[in-house]
């Protein structure tokens, strides 16, 4: 294996924003300690999307999660970067031919944060009847709908940032991010409100993972990621994403599923999946339990059950 030096750096891809930032340096220190290379060995490359472009407008209208990832993957073909590096849960469940996620880091905490600012109400129950939380995510709208038909939810895009000035300024009691992001941007969670339980809010499909996309067959560049791959998120990525593939999740769709290891019952993998309609009526759950090897399997059989128990039209409203 060649490893990269200064002279020929790595190569590492990735969109612009805070978080996407902070992932691929989070990717480049692993690989620095992994193979004892300085900082200079790699070089972190900023592509702006078609997402990035249009972050006026809700997301699930202009056509979901390719958005992100079209011309990062373009630069992985022309040869441009080597590698890129993606929040998995904003990943399209089927690549384009030629490329693959070649390796998935070890993944954090897989909660959603109600997100209040200082003293604000300390979870979903506590908030008055009627009142208003942002989001615009339709997954965590339609759960949230589910449980509180009486709140409102309102459009909510933009960094922490933003959205704690939106909050500041009382266009929405709460709001909800990925403690995952919240962590790789330097934030304590206690700060900002308090991690939601998984069964009060299943988290989305692949939420807290981060991922490497490279070029298939490129066995140099798959030497030099085995060392920080970690083989237990890859089993519950691959029951997740095979349990949205079944349903034919777009980011149009409230889609939640979670796959967790019990080492004690030697590593037997607990898939929860979740349907919601949009308007939060009516939800849909299944699990699953079964060996590692079969964590695709488990997925797929998953979304079957559930796209039959949901039948056509069940996003529909
Ligand atoms: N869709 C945006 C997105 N993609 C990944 C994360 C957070 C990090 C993660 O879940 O891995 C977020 C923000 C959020 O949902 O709060």
Do not use: W
């Not at 590492?12 to 902070?22: C, D, K, V």
């Not at 940032?161 to 009382?170: N, P, S, Y």
Request: hydrophobic fraction near 45%; charge should be neutral; glycine fraction near 12%.
């Amino acid at each position: 294996m060649t490893l990269p030096s200064p002279d020929q750096p790595l190569r590492i891809g990735t969109r612009g924003s805070p978080l996407a930032l902070a992932q691929a340096e989070e990717t480049r220190a692993r690989l620095m300690a992994a193979h004892g290379l300085p900082e200079a060995a790699f070089r972190i490359a900023v592509i702006r999307t078609t997402g990035d472009a249009v972050q006026n407008r809700a997301l699930s209208e202009i056509g979901g999660k390719g958005l992100f990832t079209k011309e990062i993957e373009e630069a992985l073909f022309a040869g441009s970067i080597d590698i890129a590096v993606h929040s998995m849960k904003d990943m399209p469940t089927v690549l384009p031919e030629g490329l693959e996620i070649g390796c998935l880091l070890p993944r954090e905490d897989v909660r959603d944060v109600f997100v209040t600012g200082a003293g604000g109400p300390a979870g979903i129950a506590a908030l008055a009847p009627g009142a208003v939380v942002g989001t615009s995510s339709l997954r965590r709208r339609a759960q949230l709908l589910h449980r509180r038909p009486d709140l409102r939810v309102v459009e909510f895009r933009g960094n922490v940032q933003t959205r704690l000035k939106k909050l500041a300024d009382g266009v929405a009691e709460a709001t909800f991010l990925a403690l995952a992001g919240l962590r790789r941007l330097g934030h304590g969670e206690t700060e900002l409100g308090a991690p939601v339980p998984v069964d009060e809010m299943l988290p989305a499909v692949a939420q807290g993972a981060i991922g490497i996309e490279l070029r298939r067959r490129d066995a140099d560049l798959a030497a030099l990621l085995a060392p920080v791959h970690d083989a237990p998120t890859a089993s519950r990525l691959a029951a997740e994403r095979a349990f949205l593939a079944g349903l034919d999740g777009s980011c149009r769709t409230p889609i939640a599923g979670l796959a967790e290891i019990d080492g004690a019952a030697g590593g037997t993998l607990r898939l929860r999946g979740e349907i919601v309609r949009p308007d939060g009526s009516e939800r849909l759950a299944t699990e699953r339990r079964g060996p590692l090897a079969e964590a695709a399997a488990m997925g797929a059989d998953a979304a079957a059950e559930l796209r039959a128990r949901g039948g056509d039209g069940f996003f529909d409203s």
